[in-house]
């Protein structure tokens, strides 16, 4: 096989409680990428469609997670790389992750698999870091894994699958403003008062009981970000009342997707969603900020392979 082409899913991460560490896949949107074995050794950016991002290699996420592969792989070839890009840079669900993640994906395919998800997740992690400033796997891992993840630490690398409810869905609205991760970091505190410390970790490790266990009122439950969410919302327009909408409309909980500005929602069944983004939309239609909405299963298969 000499080229592939593949889905590369958007992701959401921290879901409230798990800041850093907690993410889950999406199924309804992603980005497509072409990935080739060229003559030319190297890595090589071919196309891209959808948003201006750069050629060069280098400074490229899906180049950079591409290269630091290249360099522990031993070939007489290289790699050509094509992005039709669906997934907006800035958006909160993971745009920067689904090209890192996409191309080193590809290439352990065309190679026969050499790579386990956990060795492709530390090459994504150099692709990520270019556009985050930092280095953090919570949007990969989940878009390589499927589901929910944990990424239990960063050296050394170690991510825990958890399982996901079957009638779990997300909504999730986008808010057409762009929020920099990086700028997005700037504002959180450096330090946290103890009080909140213990009621963040308790609704983390809830959190993970109830996906182990199909509980889903402990779910929402748990779904509160006393850390992150009161720095970040005041970035996103509308915020709190979205998040009155969404639950009042059922939904077990609303966060912050990523950095934002996108606002997730955890509900339990399609119906359900379907009414979240419904309430949702009767926030922002009245706001003049244009705006998508997703609703989706949660994606447990991840990456994938498209023909």
């Known amino acids: 096989m000499n080229e592939i082409k593949i889905f590369s899913p ?23 990428m072409v990935i080739r074995k060229t003559a030319k050794k190297g890595i090589h950016i071919a196309n891209i469609e959808g948003f201006d991002l750069p050629y060069e290699a280098e400074l490229n996420v899906a180049g950079v997670s591409a290269l630091a592969m290249y360099e522990a ?5 290289g790699f050509e790389i094509e992005i039709y890009k669906n997934i907006k840079p800035g958006s909160g669900i993971g745009s920067s992750a689904a090209s890192a993640v996409g191309s080193v ?7 026969g698999k050499p790579f386990n998800k ?10 990520e870091a270019l556009a985050s400033k930092c280095e953090h796997a919570d949007n990969l891992a989940p878009a ?9 630490s960063l050296s050394p690398l170690k991510i825990l699958e958890i399982p996901t409810p079957n009638d779990l869905y997300a909504t999730i609205v986008h808010p057409q403003i762009e929020i920099k991760t990086s700028e997005s970091r700037a504002l959180l505190p450096k330090e946290v008062p103890l009080s909140d410390a213990i009621t963040q970790w308790a ?10 266990t199909n509980d889903y009122e402990l779910i929402g439950n748990s779904l509160n970000d006393v850390i992150v969410e009161p720095y970040r919302s005041q970035l996103i327009p509308y915020f709190n009342e979205v998040k009155q909408a969404a639950l009042k409309a059922n939904a077990l909980g609303v966060g912050i997707s990523g950095s934002g500005p996108s606002i997730f929602t955890l509900c339990k069944g399609s119906e359900t969603a379907n009414k979240i983004k419904q309430a949702i939309q009767d926030v922002y239609s009245k706001t003049g900020i244009d705006f998508e909405i997703h609703v989706t299963k949660i994606n447990t298969e ?3 392979i498209i023909e």
Do not use: P, Q, R
């Not at 409680?17 to 949107?29: H, I, P, T």
């Not at 956990?118 to 692709?127: N, S």
């Not at 609704?203 to 182990?212: E, K, M």
């Open 10 to 32: 958007a992701t959401v991460a921290n879901v409230a409680c798990g800041f850093d560490v907690l993410g889950f896949c999406l199924d309804s949107v992603g980005d497509d």
């Open 73 to 77: 792989i031993d070939v007489d070839f």
């Open 105 to 111: 994906f590809g290439m352990n395919e065309l190679l």
């Open 118 to 127: 956990t060795e492709l997740t530390a090459f994504a992690i150099e692709g």
């Open 144 to 152: 390589l894994f499927g589901g929910f993840t944990l990424v239990k």
């Open 203 to 212: 609704n983390l490790g809830s959190l993970v009981h109830a996906l182990h």
């Open 302 to 304: 991840g990456v994938k």
